[in-house]
């Protein structure tokens, strides 16, 4: 495995200590930067999950994103998408690191533009069919589909993308140790081999509702700050006003 360097190690361990205590890591981040805030959390042997062992947590965590292929993409990367700064202004809170499988890069991948198109698992022919529609039109004018990997429009989009063959990238609610949902690990082994997985949390973060709903309403901040979200009936949950709804989704 590669030896990482202290800089890199430090934004390993803040993106694993963000999970427990991000109010903390982002005080500590804005006040002393990246690796003197590692250094005072490995020094915190008060917290459980603070302490001389989250070096080691880090370094495990940089070693599982290696050996799937990942690596971990930080603020002060030149390859680090502006865009998500917006989330500050929406006291939405830009991740502290970005963890990334794949060939493709945010920023030269948003050159042009991306766009995100999220929508409804339950989806609807009818939605379905718009949605490759609409995904294929924009994706021949080099546009970048940016989605969720979920099922239904989400995984219409990315294939659309793919379809016409420009790469796309997937925003996963887990960490990047496993490709999820399983039932899409095909496309998503598809999307990585162009394009992009991404996800904020560290390998072996395991998807629950809470990281669903963190994924969803972040996503469209990702694409360059431009919104275009199909949503089912219920709590709208992407942060933005511009929205484009790709057809009415069924009941479960």
């Not at 496993?178 to 998503?188: D, H, I, S």
């Amino acid at each position: 495995m590669t030896v990482p360097d202290d800089h890199l190690l430090a934004w390993a361990l803040l993106s694993r200590a963000a999970l427990t205590a991000p109010d903390t890591v982002r005080a500590l981040l804005a006040a002393h930067g990246p690796v003197d805030a590692a250094e005072r959390i490995a020094m915190d042997e008060m917290r459980s999950q603070f302490g001389p062992q989250a070096r080691v947590t880090a370094q495990h965590d940089l070693e599982r994103a290696e050996r799937v292929g990942g690596r971990l993409l930080t603020r002060d990367d030149p390859g680090w998408p502006a865009a998500l700064n917006d989330l500050d202004t929406i006291e939405a809170h830009t991740p502290i690191a970005l963890w990334t499988r794949g060939p493709g890069q945010l920023n030269p991948l948003a050159d042009r533009t991306e766009i995100a198109v999220v929508g409804a698992r339950a989806s609807t022919t009818y939605g379905e069919k718009v949605t490759r529609y609409v995904g294929m039109d924009l994706a021949a004018q080099g546009w970048t589909i940016l989605s969720g990997g979920a099922f239904g429009i989400d995984a219409t989009a990315h294939a659309a993308a793919l379809e016409a063959g420009r790469p796309t990238v997937a925003v996963l609610p887990c960490g990047l140790h496993r490709l999820f949902p399983q039932g899409n690990a095909g496309l998503l082994a598809d999307i990585e081999k162009t394009g992009l997985l991404v996800s904020e949390y560290p390998p072996g973060v395991e998807p629950n509702r809470n990281l669903f709903l963190i994924r969803t309403s972040r996503s469209p901040c990702r694409a360059g700050g431009i919104r275009r979200c199909c949503r089912r009936g219920g709590r709208r949950t992407d942060p933005g006003p511009r929205r484009m709804c790709l057809g009415p989704s069924r009941s479960r």
